[in-house]
């Protein structure tokens, strides 16, 4: 396994348009999550799914982001309309819920967004 | 979930032994305390976890308090390599990672 993959590395947009990243994770693991972190931050939860399941969402992400899980496999992150304040790295992570102990979560390399 | 202090910078050399401190005074029980490091441009990286007994892995030893208030995670042999940002997490079972601002290591040569 070539670990948590994310599509594109890097994305350059101008305000206002939408962009979508994609996440594909550890073929066996049933949860993803999905996170930004801004310069000199640690990395902020935005949501997670459990298999096709989304069952947390972050106060913080407003309407103009959506995530999907269509078949539990990989993920996709939307942000419509965006601002020069969604310029950030975006982080996808999985885990194996195996239903006891500590989980260690495999993160992507992210992928860097500028909104200009 | 309850939260972690960390010193924001600490400073080693190279091939001497590291300990970062983590202090969570409001642990609970079943709060487990991950370690993650996260290089400059890269996504972050399991280094160790552990509930209540001391826990050693290939990357580092993860030294637990006997009150479980705080922890140190010790990097035996530092090499430039390991500097990163070192983040001490909380989580209870199943939950999310909640990353606080982290120790900025740097190794010096």
């Known amino acids: 396994d070539t670990g948590v993959s994310q599509n594109p590395r890097h994305k350059i947009t101008k305000r206002g348009q939408n962009v979508t990243f994609r996440c594909d994770p550890i073929?066996?693991?049933?949860?993803l999550y999905w996170y930004r972190q801004t310069l000199g931050q640690g990395p902020e939860f935005l949501t997670y799914?459990?298999?096709?399941?989304?069952?947390?969402k972050s106060r913080l992400l407003s309407d103009r982001f959506s995530a999907e899980r269509p078949k539990g496999s990989f993920s996709t992150l939307e942000i419509q309309r965006t601002e020069q304040g969604d310029s950030a790295m975006y982080l996808c992570?999985?885990?194996?819920?195996?239903?006891?102990?500590?989980?260690?979560?495999?993160f992507g390399q992210g992928t860097r967004l500028t909104v200009v | 979930d309850a939260k972690t202090t960390q010193p924001n910078s600490m400073e080693s050399n190279e091939e001497e032994p590291v300990h970062l401190p983590c202090n969570h005074s409001?642990?609970?029980?079943?709060?487990?305390i991950h370690w993650y490091r996260q290089l400059p441009s890269q996504g972050p990286e399991y280094v160790i976890h552990?509930?209540?007994s001391n826990v050693n892995n290939r990357m580092a030893s993860l030294a637990i308090a006997e009150d479980r208030k705080s922890s140190t995670l010790i990097l035996h042999r530092a090499t430039l390599r390991d500097a990163a940002v070192y983040y001490c997490?909380?989580?209870?079972?199943?939950?999310?990672?909640?990353f606080g601002a982290g120790t900025i290591l740097r190794v010096k040569s």
């Open positions: 992570a999985s885990t194996l819920d195996v239903g006891s102990g500590g989980t260690e979560a495999f």
């Open positions: 073929s066996e693991h049933n949860r």
């Open positions: 799914f459990q298999n096709e399941a989304q069952l947390e």
């Open positions: 409001t642990i609970s029980g079943t709060d487990y």
């Open positions: 552990g509930l209540t």
């Open positions: 997490i909380l989580s209870k079972y199943g939950n999310k990672l909640v």
